[in-house]
């Protein structure tokens, strides 16, 4: 039997700390809610505690040198507050499935996680999605950023990918039990989904060293891309990239970010294989230089301007 009063207290702290968290992020002056008042008006619509697990790893680790489990039913508050942490990323699945949460603290690598609420906000506003755009994302995870964004993009034309089959039926039934029923499949999203293109928005939760060929080929004149790339700055960078509708495309980095890689593309590889310039000493910080990204004729080029 479950405790309707401890629930109604909980429910009513998860409103007051989606609010705080809004306001938090409100203070950014670039990205994020900034011009983007659909994205702050989905924000506070969409209880993001729903689409997290039960336990989750912190990703910070402890003294241990371990990443340690919160359980909503022990500590329900100190779960929901991390829930709603704006820099807080929540772990949900370690060494692809093969550690649980019942087998306690860990070091594995993780693979999947609800990403911060400030980079889904702010990668969102990258993306500029409108009600008329037809939209593929890839890396479904716990569902949460395609709730956000099917409150802009009509669900019918939504199309999201997780290469994990349980993620992917658990963020099927969460989306269901809001309304919201977008296609969710399970398969790898390296090679997008052809059958609903061409798309005018794609945006990856995974990052990758290159950008993967299918999805430029699915994506229309003029439309957007928002991803996550692999590069020599010791963590991602966000790329936002126009296609020319014809395999190729040209934009720029935008802010550092911190995602973990496709599947497919774990693998090391040079980065002079995948387009990117040799320089002389640090690598120069966003505010200070230009990078360039631009894909054609099957090969990945980054510029400093």
Same mark, same amino acid.
């Given at each position: 039997?479950?405790?309707?009063?401890?629930?109604?207290r909980?429910?009513?702290?998860?409103?007051?700390?989606?609010a705080?968290?809004?306001?938090?992020?409100?203070?950014?002056?670039?990205?994020?809610?900034?011009?983007?008042?659909?994205?702050?008006?989905?924000?506070?619509?969409?209880?993001?505690?729903?689409?997290?697990?039960?336990?989750?790893?912190?990703?910070?680790?402890r003294?241990?040198?371990?990443?340690?489990?919160?359980?909503?039913?022990?500590?329900?508050?100190?779960w929901?507050?991390?829930?709603?942490?704006?820099?807080?990323?929540?772990?949900?699945?370690?060494?692809?499935?093969?550690?649980?949460?019942?087998?306690g603290?860990?070091?594995?690598p993780?693979?999947?996680?609800?990403?911060?609420?400030?980079?889904?906000?702010?990668?969102?506003?990258?993306?500029?999605?409108?009600?008329?755009?037809?939209?593929?994302?890839?890396?479904?995870?716990?569902?949460?950023?395609?709730?956000?964004?099917?409150?802009?993009?009509?669900?019918?034309?939504?199309?999201?990918?997780?290469?994990?089959?349980?993620?992917?039926d658990?963020?099927?039934?969460?989306?269901?039990?809001? %309304?919201?029923? &977008? *296609?969710?499949?399970? !398969? +790898?999203?390296?090679?997008?989904?052809?059958?609903?293109?061409?798309?005018? #928005? @794609?945006?990856?939760?995974?990052?990758?060293?290159?950008?993967?060929?299918?999805?430029?080929?699915?994506?229309?004149?003029?439309?957007?891309?928002?991803?996550?790339?692999?590069?020599?700055?010791?963590?991602?960078?966000?790329?936002?990239?126009?296609?020319?509708?014809?395999?190729?495309?040209?934009?720029?980095?935008?802010?550092?970010?911190?995602?973990?890689?496709?599947?497919?593309?774990?693998?090391?590889?040079?980065?002079?294989?995948?387009?990117?310039?040799?320089?002389? %000493?640090?690598? &120069? *910080?966003?505010?200070? !230089? +230009?990078?360039?990204?631009?894909?054609?004729?099957?090969?990945?080029?980054? #510029? @400093?301007?």
């Open positions: 039997m479950t405790d309707a009063p401890a629930e109604d909980l429910a009513s702290l998860a409103a007051e700390l989606r705080e968290c809004a306001a938090e992020i409100d203070s950014r002056m670039v990205g994020h809610f900034n011009d983007r008042p659909w994205l702050r008006q989905a924000f506070l619509k969409v209880p993001r505690e729903h689409f997290v697990p039960d336990q989750v790893w912190w990703p910070t680790p003294d241990d040198g371990m990443h340690h489990v919160i359980d909503r039913h022990e500590r329900p508050r100190a929901l507050k991390g829930v709603y942490r704006p820099r807080a990323s929540l772990i949900t699945q370690v060494a692809d499935g093969r550690v649980l949460p019942e087998d603290p860990t070091d594995a993780f693979t999947s996680a609800v990403s911060c609420s400030a980079v889904v906000v702010d990668m969102l506003h990258y993306l500029d999605p409108g009600p008329d755009d037809t939209a593929l994302e890839i890396g479904t995870g716990s569902g949460y950023s395609t709730a956000l964004l099917a409150y802009r993009v009509r669900p019918e034309n939504l199309v999201t990918i997780e290469i994990d089959e349980q993620l992917a658990r963020a099927r039934h969460t989306l269901a039990s809001f %309304g919201l029923y &977008p *296609a969710v499949l399970a !398969a +790898d999203g390296e090679f997008g989904d052809p059958a609903h293109a061409p798309y005018t #928005r @794609i945006i990856s939760t995974a990052a990758v060293r290159e950008i993967p060929q299918a999805w430029l080929d699915q994506a229309a004149p003029g439309a957007i891309l928002v991803t996550p790339l692999y590069g020599p700055f010791g963590h991602d960078a966000l790329l936002r990239l126009t296609a020319d509708g014809q395999g190729g495309g040209e934009g720029r980095l935008v802010t550092g970010v911190a995602f973990m890689k496709m599947r497919g593309q774990r693998a090391d590889r040079s980065f002079a294989e995948l387009g990117w310039p040799t320089v002389d %000493g640090p690598w &120069p *910080a966003y505010a200070d !230089a +230009d990078y360039r990204v631009t894909v054609g004729g099957g090969r990945q080029q980054v #510029r @400093i301007c």
